[in-house]
């Protein structure tokens, strides 16, 4: 059974930083792509950050928040800088593996992000 754990999240002040990490546990033959989306109160959930076979963000994103992997430890880190009250989320962490059964998505349970003065 495949889990993923995140931790890093917290209350910050604006212009502040915080990094998230999620650590993926269980049988995982190999990663397609490793992510994190979030999601604001009322707000549906959307793409911040994803590596696959390339490296994306969400626009509002770019130049403040780096996507890194260890994929010999199936981690993945968000690295936030500048960050703003926009950015207040439950922020999960998103994982595309290859496991003994085939192609599977999982999520984390989420870790909450308040950028607050």
């Known amino acids: 059974q495949v889990q993923l754990r995140e931790s890093g999240g917290g209350l910050v002040q604006p212009g502040g930083s915080l990094k998230l990490s999620c650590a993926a546990s269980g049988s995982i033959v190999n990663i397609n792509a490793m992510g994190w989306y979030r999601q604001a109160p009322g707000k549906q959930r959307e793409l911040v950050a994803a590596?696959?076979?390339?490296?994306n963000y969400k626009d509002s994103v770019k130049g403040r928040f780096t996507i890194s992997r260890d994929n010999a430890k199936n981690l993945v880190h968000l690295q936030m800088n500048s960050l703003e009250p926009e950015d207040t989320a439950v922020y999960y962490c998103y994982a595309d593996f290859i496991v003994r059964t085939g192609r599977a998505e999982y999520w984390g349970q989420g870790t909450q992000v308040t950028v607050s003065s």
């Open positions: 590596s696959g076979r390339t490296i």
